[in-house]
């Protein structure tokens, strides 16, 4: 949606953007070419991300990006130690593309991907703490259940997590292959047969939130973003799943409104004002002509807001 990023992000020469989600460069370098000499702020978390960004962006000869390789909820932290001057209110536009990129998925060696044998990992960076490795062969059943239900909103969650716990008191669950075979055991025919999306595509979702701790990021992130922005500065996100939009669209809601005291409450101590305006009155989804050129994009929505 690099179009539509681009016309409600209002880019102009000389101003200062964040791209929290890096990737593969697409958004960067479209914004560092519109706002130059003004500078972009790209972080992403995947170390093989940003090596290839450097090199798409030296390419290109684009050289008004600073790269930082971090999680992009730091992002306050990241804008303090990375802008001449101090970083809040500073901000004319921050960007989210959240979700995997297809180098990810197509790269067999994360693991983020069911169609080929490859390491649990699921980590988007490479040294993380934890992998999904460790979840499937340490977490407890119902720890197990409970984020495969949330995270997946699967409604076997509690059968693919017993059937972990039973396979993992035999043999290390290490593979991709076997997390699989796992879920394929747990699941009754009829939801085998089910056309759409593959029977694991939940299960491996609410794995790789838990692993990246996605949503907690999310929401962190988002704090802190409104405290960088400039007023009138804009902040849009492209969500992939109900969990993130959720997320975005909540936070949205209560930064559109001023006091947040529970309604009997006959005067207000939340001291809450409206720091937001929507910008769109609906969600922003991808043309048809887009989802044509890139399937994965079929499930994007966009959601834009402006600093008051």
């Given at each position: 949606m690099l179009a539509e990023v681009l016309e409600y992000l209002r880019a102009e020469p000389g101003q200062n953007i964040i791209d929290c989600t890096m990737g593969g460069a697409g958004y960067t370098m479209a914004i560092a070419e519109r706002i130059n000499p003004g500078k972009v702020l790209a972080i992403d978390l995947d170390q093989l991300a940003i090596e290839n960004a450097k090199k798409i962006l030296a390419k290109n000869k684009i050289k008004n990006v600073i790269i930082v390789n971090d999680?992009?909820?730091?992002?306050?932290?990241?804008?303090e130690e990375n802008m001449e001057s101090a970083?809040?209110?500073?901000?004319?536009?921050i960007v989210f593309d959240l979700g995997l990129s297809s180098a990810q998925l197509e790269d067999r060696t994360r693991g983020f991907s069911f169609k080929a044998d490859a390491p649990l990992n699921m980590s988007f960076n490479q040294a993380g703490e934890?992998?999904?490795?460790?979840?499937?062969?340490?977490?407890?059943?119902?720890?197990?259940?409970?984020?495969i239900r949330e995270y997946g909103e699967e409604r076997f969650a509690h059968k693919i997590a017993r059937k972990i716990i039973e396979t993992r008191k035999t043999e290390e669950i290490k593979t991709t292959g076997q997390l699989i075979a796992i879920i394929?055991?747990?699941?009754?025919?009829?939801?085998?047969r089910k056309k759409g999306i593959h029977f694991a595509t939940l299960t491996f979702q609410a794995l790789r939130i838990a692993t990246n701790?996605?949503?907690?990021?999310?929401?962190e992130a988002l704090a802190n973003a409104l405290k960088l922005l400039k007023k009138g500065g804009r902040i849009i996100v492209i969500s992939y799943h109900s969990l993130e939009d959720r997320i975005v669209k909540q936070f949205f809601k209560k930064e559109n409104i001023g006091c947040i005291c529970p309604p009997r409450q006959p005067v207000c101590q939340c001291e809450h004002e409206a720091s937001l305006?929507?910008?769109?009155r609906k969600v922003l989804i991808?043309?048809?002509?887009?989802?044509?050129?890139?399937p994965r994009a079929r499930s994007a929505k966009m959601r834009v807001a402006e600093k008051l």
């Amino acid at each position: 949606m690099l179009a539509e990023v681009l016309e409600y992000l209002r880019a102009e020469p000389g101003q200062n953007i964040i791209d929290c989600t890096m990737g593969g460069a697409g958004y960067t370098m479209a914004i560092a070419e519109r706002i130059n000499p003004g500078k972009v702020l790209a972080i992403d978390l995947d170390q093989l991300a940003i090596e290839n960004a450097k090199k798409i962006l030296a390419k290109n000869k684009i050289k008004n990006v600073i790269i930082v390789n971090d999680n992009f909820r730091n992002i306050k932290k990241i804008a303090e130690e990375n802008m001449e001057s101090a970083a809040e209110n500073k901000f004319d536009g921050i960007v989210f593309d959240l979700g995997l990129s297809s180098a990810q998925l197509e790269d067999r060696t994360r693991g983020f991907s069911f169609k080929a044998d490859a390491p649990l990992n699921m980590s988007f960076n490479q040294a993380g703490e934890i992998s999904t490795e460790d979840i499937v062969n340490t977490w407890p059943e119902a720890e197990l259940t409970r984020i495969i239900r949330e995270y997946g909103e699967e409604r076997f969650a509690h059968k693919i997590a017993r059937k972990i716990i039973e396979t993992r008191k035999t043999e290390e669950i290490k593979t991709t292959g076997q997390l699989i075979a796992i879920i394929k055991r747990s699941l009754p025919g009829f939801y085998l047969r089910k056309k759409g999306i593959h029977f694991a595509t939940l299960t491996f979702q609410a794995l790789r939130i838990a692993t990246n701790e996605e949503l907690v990021s999310l929401e962190e992130a988002l704090a802190n973003a409104l405290k960088l922005l400039k007023k009138g500065g804009r902040i849009i996100v492209i969500s992939y799943h109900s969990l993130e939009d959720r997320i975005v669209k909540q936070f949205f809601k209560k930064e559109n409104i001023g006091c947040i005291c529970p309604p009997r409450q006959p005067v207000c101590q939340c001291e809450h004002e409206a720091s937001l305006k929507s910008v769109t009155r609906k969600v922003l989804i991808p043309t048809e002509t887009e989802v044509e050129e890139n399937p994965r994009a079929r499930s994007a929505k966009m959601r834009v807001a402006e600093k008051l």
